[in-house]
């Protein structure tokens, strides 16, 4: 089992999703349990389901000297980069500690693909892409980290997260280990994920994609319900005298090794997951007030997370899917759902699982419908992709580290 960490402060942090641009707009929208998702318009030859899809994206424009990062994804980042103030925290943060001491590292499952798949409808005849798309640095997995790296200006240690639904959750443990090694004094953690055909033609493909709005946890839950979004944290050492900032207390990483998509029946990796987070926060199961569950509405990720929570953790815990305000966001997945946690911490706000209408049976009175206020201490954030790619996440009050 991991010993206790030095928690880290979470200084600035943002998302931006279907329900809106900002921690305003989220806020709002999970408070008035009001969904973003609509009937899917995206693409010629739209599937018939429904997505979380941003609004005016675009129309969004990349500063003049960035424009060779154009793509939906960076897009947007950018877009997502400018609420907040998050922009002006990083510049406080690159003149306190120095471009090179702080860390980017972001998470997504496929970066600019979107652009990729663009490009080869543009072949000539030659099959070479058209001479606007060969830019060799747009159409790599590393792309999102490229691009947040020169518009922030900072130059430390810069990674690629990539691993499904987990990947920008992940994130914020690479930090904390870049921090603690000494490798930085800062880091910029998140991730985006946007809409593209391979996403929704994959998923589809996979048989995972419901016709309708998805219904996490819902005895009659008919699959996920695909978005795009992006997120950011800024996260530091512990400033003497902060206590209004958030902390990262713990995180847990674990691989099932079981399936190339579906879950341990056992929830054996999630489990270890949640008792590594629990163990770096130096907390019990009893100390967590709200939890935001993976909760995608699949037929097994439910099954799995829901048996989970239900035996671990006692009845009076507030947990919920947000999946049905914005979609699953794959790698931005993660981040997004950190910024709920952060938000349910700093604000008292829990909120519900919209769109469902009867919780399956086989799950425990912990899953809340609906939103709730009260005082949260300590949030759980659970991210469990494909692969058996686990990753879980704890919060907390600055004034209770």
Not at 70 to 90: K, M, P, S, Y
Not at 169 to 197: H, N, P, Q, W, Y
Request: hydrophobic residues 40%.
């Amino acid at each position: 089992m991991p010993s206790r960490i030095s928690p880290l402060q979470i200084s600035a942090y943002t998302a931006t999703s279907a329900v809106g641009v900002g921690k305003e707009a989220h806020a709002d929208a999970l408070a008035h349990s009001r969904s973003g998702l609509r009937a899917n318009d995206f693409g010629d030859a739209p599937l018939p389901t429904w997505i979380g899809r941003v609004d005016g994206l675009e129309d969004v424009r990349l500063p003049e000297s960035a424009m060779s990062w154009d793509c939906r994804n960076n897009r947007l980042a950018w877009l997502g980069l400018q609420a907040d103030g998050f922009l002006e925290a990083v510049a406080a943060a690159r003149e306190k500690y120095g471009a090179t001491r702080i860390a980017l590292v972001l998470g997504t499952s496929t970066a600019s693909i979107g652009e990729t798949e663009l490009a080869y409808t543009q072949l000539d005849a030659d099959g070479n892409f058209p001479p606007d798309q060969r830019r060799a640095a747009v159409h790599t997995p590393h792309s999102l980290a490229m691009f947040v790296q020169q518009v922030l200006g900072i130059d430390g240690p810069s990674e690629t997260i990539s691993t499904a639904c987990s990947s920008s959750a992940k994130v914020f443990a690479s930090a904390e280990r870049l921090i603690r090694l000494g490798l930085a004094d800062a880091a910029v953690v998140g991730g985006a994920d946007t809409l593209c055909g391979s996403v929704l033609f994959g998923f589809n493909a996979l048989e995972l994609v419901s016709t309708e709005p998805c219904r996490p946890f819902d005895a009659g839950r008919k699959g996920i319900s695909l978005g795009e979004a992006a997120g950011f944290a800024l996260v530091e050492r512990m400033q003497a005298g902060d206590t209004a900032t958030p902390l990262l207390l713990g995180y847990g990483e674990a691989s099932d090794a079981h399936h190339m998509s579906t879950p341990h029946p056992e929830g054996l990796g999630a489990e270890r997951a949640l008792d590594d987070a629990l163990a770096r926060a130096g907390l019990s199961t009893d100390a967590i007030d709200y939890i935001n569950m993976h909760g995608t509405a699949s037929q097994k990720n439910d099954e799995v997370e829901g048996a989970l929570v239900a035996r671990r953790f006692p009845a009076r815990t507030h947990a919920s899917s947000t999946k049905g305000f914005m979609g699953h966001t794959l790698g931005a997945a993660g981040i997004v759902e950190a910024v709920i946690c952060l938000l349910a911490i700093e604000r008292g706000l829990m909120p519900g699982t919209v769109n469902t209408r009867t919780l399956d049976e086989g799950f425990g009175p912990q899953i809340k419908l609906e939103p709730a206020t009260g005082e949260v201490r300590y949030a759980l954030s659970n991210s469990f992709g494909f692969g058996g790619n686990n990753c879980a996440l704890v919060f907390g009050k600055a004034v209770n580290a």
